[in-house]
């Protein structure tokens, strides 16, 4: 009888490792693109990856390069516009700033050839899909999608490589093996089902063996298999559909700040982190701007109640934010503001409208039908009329559609005016614990008004967590100043 001890005894070693890989605890970590901005970015990442990987069963999933979606955008738009030579300069830009990345992380030779190889392939395909919508002169959501994808594309073999080399099993893996969406470009929504089956099936395999899969953000596939996009930002949802679909125990989300502030400190310098905030008040967050997360992010996680961190890449050893179902309360009742300045009001009046009793519902059947994001809607009990907020990004093609459809009304002035207005914002105020508590809008209101910031319109859900307002857009860092001292935000929370 052959000898085989060996092979059995590597064969029950390896089973029993594999054992011990899945009594660890699973996390999705996700890090943005400034957190991979540049190669010492991207070695901070990497130690990061491989620190949790001793204690942890990683998953994580990386954004592209700072910066470099929006450049794969323009390039795309100067192919649209028939210039290749644009294009394929902003393609060069960005095979350099990859290759120097490349070249200061990883010092053998053939681990840099190997990956060089995939980087270049990755970009082969961007000068394709560039070439192929300059001599058509016509750029499809499919196509935009396929080459606003390349960053993620270029950035998860690179952060790969760099984990291997900081002592840790790690594997690109394409999101389009693991997401399953529907069609929509530039915005698809996840098939959680499908993505359960797929995820499971090929990421389990590489965490029985120790292997850190590093999944390209942002990106996910139709059941057909046709590359898709979340919309911009989407890398956070990504990680927290992988997440749900892995039933993991927590998301950690590394970005470039200590997690979830009291306002943006981009316009707010005062603001402050919060330790723990409910999953609702960081949707309404998110949903009204606060850039931190994508307005999606939290929809995967509720029903599992998976707590989601968000955390400082460059302060690693800070707590961040802990986002959890119930929250932790705090005196006063308002949590955080938030702004979102690329917003257009729409409105759709005259005095003729008072006399149409379908003209609400089918403004909005009319925004659903071309999937305008509607944040905010007033009407004044006259009915003279209808207003509402949609992301400027989709106001132009509302607007065309609300005219075809109230097109025989316009005409026989039963609706006189769809207008416009992209001069605005809204601002926020969130915190569960409003809920109850008398005198929030009053004294909201009262504080813009002694500040000199003008009310366009005002709106409350009946959940009472949020209190938005319309102002004009040049008035929001005032406005968001005043209501944070208001509310006393700047003191310990
Ligand atoms: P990433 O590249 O990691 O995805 P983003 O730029 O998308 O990071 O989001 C982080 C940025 O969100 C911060 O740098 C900050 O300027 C902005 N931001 C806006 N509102 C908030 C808020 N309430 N709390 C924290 N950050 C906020
Ligand atoms: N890179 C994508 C974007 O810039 C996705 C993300 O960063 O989350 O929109
Ligand atoms: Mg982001």
Redesign the pocket.
């Known amino acids: 009888m052959p000898y085989n001890g060996g092979a059995r005894n590597k064969h029950i070693l390896w089973a029993l490792r594999s054992m011990d890989e899945m009594k660890k605890r699973l996390q999705v970590m996700k ?5 991979v901005g540049d190669a010492s970015c991207i070695a901070r990442a990497a130690k990061i990856i491989v620190d949790a990987s001793k204690e942890w069963r990683c998953v994580a999933v990386v ?1 592209a390069m ?1 910066g470099v979606t929006n450049r794969l955008i323009e390039a795309a738009n100067h192919a649209r516009a028939g210039n290749a030579a644009g294009a394929m300069g902003i393609l060069e830009t960005l095979r350099k700033q990859h290759e120097t990345a490349l070249s200061s992380l990883i010092p053998q030779e053939k681990e840099r050839e190997v990956i060089g190889r995939k980087l270049d392939d990755v970009l082969a395909e961007g000068r394709r899909l560039c070439e192929g919508t300059a001599l058509l002169r016509e750029l499809t959501p499919r196509t935009l999608d396929a080459v606003s994808s390349l960053g993620e594309r270029l950035s998860a073999p690179l952060l790969a490589a760099a984990v291997r080399d900081a002592g840790a099993a790690g594997e690109a893996v394409e999101a389009t093996e693991l997401i399953v969406t529907d069609a929509f470009h530039g915005g698809a929504e996840p098939q959680m089902e499908r993505t359960r089956g797929k995820a499971q099936g090929r990421l389990c395999p590489l965490l029985e063996k120790g292997i850190v899969p590093l999944v390209t953000g942002f990106i996910g596939a139709t059941p057909e298999g046709q590359l898709t996009t979340l919309g911009r ?1 989407g ?2 949802f990504s990680a927290t559909i992988l997440g749900a679909a892995l039933d993991a125990h927590e998301v950690i ?5 200590d ?8 316009l707010v310098p005062e ?1 402050r982190t919060i330790p723990e905030i409910s999953y609702r008040e960081a949707a309404e ?1 998110a949903y009204f ?4 997360l994508h307005p999606k992010t939290l929809n995967p996680v509720v029903q599992a109640a998976i707590p989601v961190w ?1 955390r400082n890449s460059f302060a690693p050893d800070r707590p961040g934010t802990k986002i959890t179902p119930q929250g932790r309360s705090i005196g006063g009742g308002v949590k ?1 503001l ?1 702004a979102i300045r690329d917003v257009t009001l729409i409105s759709v009046g005259g005095p003729g409208i008072v006399g149409l009793p379908d003209v609400v519902g089918r403004t909005f059947s009319t925004t659903a039908e071309v999937r305008a994001n509607v944040l905010l809607i007033s009407q004044s009990s006259s009915q003279n009329d209808i207003c509402f907020i949609v992301a400027s990004g989709d106001a132009q093609r509302t607007v065309q559609a609300l005219r075809k459809e109230f097109a025989h009304d316009l005409a026989h002035h039963n609706v006189e005016h769809i207008t416009m207005d992209p001069h605005i914002a809204i601002v926020a105020v969130v915190g569960e614990n409003m809920r109850g508590i008398p005198g929030i809008a009053g004294k909201t209101f009262s504080a813009l008004g002694r500040d000199g910031v003008n009310l366009i319109a005002i709106a409350q859900g009946s959940s009472e967590s949020n209190i938005s307002f319309v102002i004009e857009e040049k008035a929001v860092k005032q406005a968001l100043i005043t209501t944070h001292r208001e509310f006393g935000l700047n003191a310990a929370n």
Not at 253 to 257: F, G, S, Y
């Open positions: 890090f943005g693109g400034t957190s954004s700072s930002g890398s956070d989300i590394w970005t470039d700040v997690g979830v502030l009291t306002a943006d400190p981009r603001a967050l701007g606060a850039k931190v968000i955080a938030t």
